[in-house]
Nanobody
């Protein structure tokens, strides 16, 4: 599976962006999909994830109520809608895919098998 993330950019505080992650290869619907981010000087952190059909979604506390993850299995694409952006959301955002295991596993970057190249999100104050 190859993943291509897009949609990042520069936005003012309070603004919105939608990230997309297009997957190539077969059986996209068999993978849990996650979004992670990494700010300069910080470790990569979990942002959001969705299991196979998109019915189960998970969010980091820092983005809950502001971000929304969704997937379109017909288009092999997962999205991250980001609203009410804050300067602390500034980071490189990565999408990733894994064979879904436990809920704990899909929250953990170490569980993910495939990674996209990352897209920069910068939120100005």
């Amino acid at each position: 599976v190859q993943l291509q993330a897009s949609g990042g950019g520069l936005v003012q505080s309070g603004g919105s962006l939608r990230l997309s992650c297009a997957a190539s290869g077969r059986a996209f619907s068999n993978y849990a999909m996650g979004w992670f981010r990494q700010a300069p000087g910080k470790e990569r952190e979990f942002v959001a994830a969705t299991k196979l059909s998109g019915g189960s979604t998970y969010y980091a506390n820092s983005v809950k109520g502001r971000f929304s993850i969704s997937r379109d299995n017909a288009k092999n694409t997962v999205y991250l809608q980001m609203n009410a952006l804050k300067p602390e959301d500034t980071a490189v955002y990565y999408c990733a895919a894994t064979i879904p295991l436990t809920t704990t596993a899909v929250l953990n970057a170490a569980s993910y098998i495939y990674w996209g190249q990352g897209t920069q999100v910068t939120v100005s104050s």
